[in-house]
């Protein structure tokens, strides 16, 4: 599987036989999306606009609710969470997408801001590879975060929701998720592109920080 990260909570998954998935396409953050983009299936987690803007891809078809559903080769469970720490009365409803691609279950938390339980990581279950908001504000935080990679323990970790420097959303940088780890357990990736195999993900912990694909 290609993992293609395209800024915000944006993502690209391409499965071996050219499958694609793509989560939360967004507007008006400061930067756009890369143009021409396409995908077989679009994701998205709530209905604001830096999630929703599903006019930007050529798709096949969008989800934007709970259940389960399979494109080929390709299971996507959508799961219920809530968009703040009070039960979504501040911001809402959220989904969180677990997605199955090429034997890796990828899990896309969305705009996740409710405090991390029991009963949502029962609900999350096992995983491989979390796509995690760290930006705070509308989101869990750094401390939140990190607080969830812990509970669901996957394999990898993607920060997503954070502020680049053309950001303009106010959501903090990547850089307080990231200092609450060693060096040597965060991988840098500034081509914004990196492909994971159920044969070379390995089962250690491993910080993967991305910077966007800008075209």
Known sequence: MKIRYLGHSCFQLIAEDGTCILTDPYTKVGYELPKGLWADVVTV???????????AVQSGAVIAKTG???YKNVKIVGIDSWHDEKQGTLRGGNIIYKIKIDGITVCHLGDLGEPCSAELIEKIGSVDVLLLPVGG???VDAEEAKAY????????IIPMHYKPMDGTID???ATPFLALY????????????????????GDGKQIIYMERVKS
């Open 149 to 156: 990679a812990d509970a669901i323990a996957p394999k990898k």
């Open 182 to 201: 060693n060096e040597d357990e965060i991988a840098r990736v500034p081509s914004g592109e990196t492909a994971i195999t159920s044969e070379t993900i």
């Open 68 to 70: 389960e559903y399979r």
């Open 137 to 139: 504000t509308y989101t």
């Open 171 to 173: 959501i903090t940088a």
């Open 45 to 55: 987690s709530h209905g604001h606009f830096d999630h929703n803007c599903v006019q």
